[in-house]
């Protein structure tokens, strides 16, 4: 079963750690030969699973994703037969994290909501970025909205640094630079995300992104999001 509890009620603040917790089971098929297209990457389509712990909540769980520059994106948890648990909607500089199951939502900027559930405040553009391994330039170090990134011997974009926040990769694909585990740090927060399939430059399909529906949902805090996890 699928639950998003904190682990330390009264203690929620506005930059929160991961406060969702998916237990799921997987299994890892051989990783493909990827390599990202010459003219650079536009979006990012795939599923992945994460193992974060935080201050107040950790995440172990299972999500599909896509993330389309400028500013556009879309998570999914799932639960252990596959039905939606929660959405996380981008677009521009705003994100819904959506309970579909109980029609309420919680609106706040990108970072903030990315924050909460990765424990790194990423853009929807830094994912694409992060997730295809397409950082900048072919330098040593680049800096890149906000990041300054290093490259390995290989010429692979291998870590990342902005403020209080930083990825590193600890494995990659077979093929030219794309990350298959990535290790995340944040304040308080520390754990990877591990990418299972991925896609580059999907067809657009603008639906996945849209947020009309939610005019029909309740609107809540993301403390009274919080509270009613919490029952």
Request: hydrophobic fraction near 45%.
């Given at each position: 079963?699928?639950?998003?509890?904190?682990?330390?009620?009264?203690?929620?603040?506005?930059v929160?750690?991961?406060?969702?917790?998916?237990?799921?089971?997987?299994?890892?098929?051989?990783p493909?030969?990827?390599v990202p297209?010459?003219?650079?990457?536009?979006?990012?389509?795939?599923?992945?699973?994460?193992?974060?712990?935080?201050?107040e909540?950790?995440?172990k769980?299972?999500?599909?994703?896509?993330?389309?520059?400028?500013?556009?994106?879309r998570?999914?948890g799932?639960?252990?037969?596959?039905?939606?648990?929660?959405?996380?909607?981008?677009?521009a500089?705003?994100?819904?994290?959506?309970?579909?199951?109980?029609?309420?939502?919680?609106?706040?900027?990108?970072?903030?909501?990315?924050?909460?559930?990765?424990?790194v405040?990423?853009l929807?553009d830094?994912?694409?970025?992060?997730?295809?391994?397409?950082?900048?330039?072919?330098?040593?170090?680049?800096?890149?909205?906000g990041?300054?990134?290093?490259?390995?011997?290989?010429?692979?974009?291998?870590?990342?640094?902005?403020?209080?926040f930083?990825?590193t990769?600890?494995?990659?694909?077979?093929?030219?630079?794309?990350?298959?585990?990535?290790?995340?740090?944040?304040?308080?927060?520390?754990g990877r995300?591990?990418?299972?399939k991925?896609?580059?430059?999907?067809?657009p399909?603008?639906?996945?992104?849209?947020?009309?529906?939610?005019?029909?949902?309740?609107?809540?805090?993301?403390e009274?999001?919080?509270?009613?996890?919490?029952?």
């Open positions: 079963m699928t639950s998003v509890r904190p682990v330390d009620r009264g203690r929620v603040r506005r929160a750690a991961p406060l969702i917790v998916l237990l799921l089971t997987a299994c890892a098929p051989r493909p030969r990827l297209p010459s003219g650079g990457v536009e979006a990012v389509e795939g599923f992945g699973s994460a193992s974060i712990a935080g201050v909540a950790s995440i769980g299972k999500f599909g994703f896509v993330f389309r520059r400028p500013g556009l994106g998570v999914e799932v639960d252990p037969i596959g039905r939606t648990a929660f959405l996380i909607l981008f677009r500089d705003r994100a819904w994290f959506v309970l579909p199951s109980q029609k309420i939502y919680a609106e706040d900027e990108a970072g903030v909501m990315m924050e909460r559930f990765l424990g405040a990423l929807p830094d994912a694409v970025r992060l997730l295809s391994g397409t950082w900048g330039a072919s330098a040593n170090a680049a800096e890149e909205n990041w300054s990134v290093e490259r390995d011997a290989g010429g692979r974009a291998a870590r990342g640094v902005h403020g209080g930083s990825f990769v600890r494995e990659f694909f077979p093929g030219d630079g794309v990350p298959r585990e990535i290790g995340l740090e944040g304040p308080g927060t520390s995300v591990k990418v299972l991925l896609g580059f430059d999907p067809p399909r603008e639906e996945s992104f849209d947020v009309t529906f939610l005019r029909v949902f309740a609107p809540k805090t993301w009274e999001i919080l509270e009613l996890l919490d029952r």
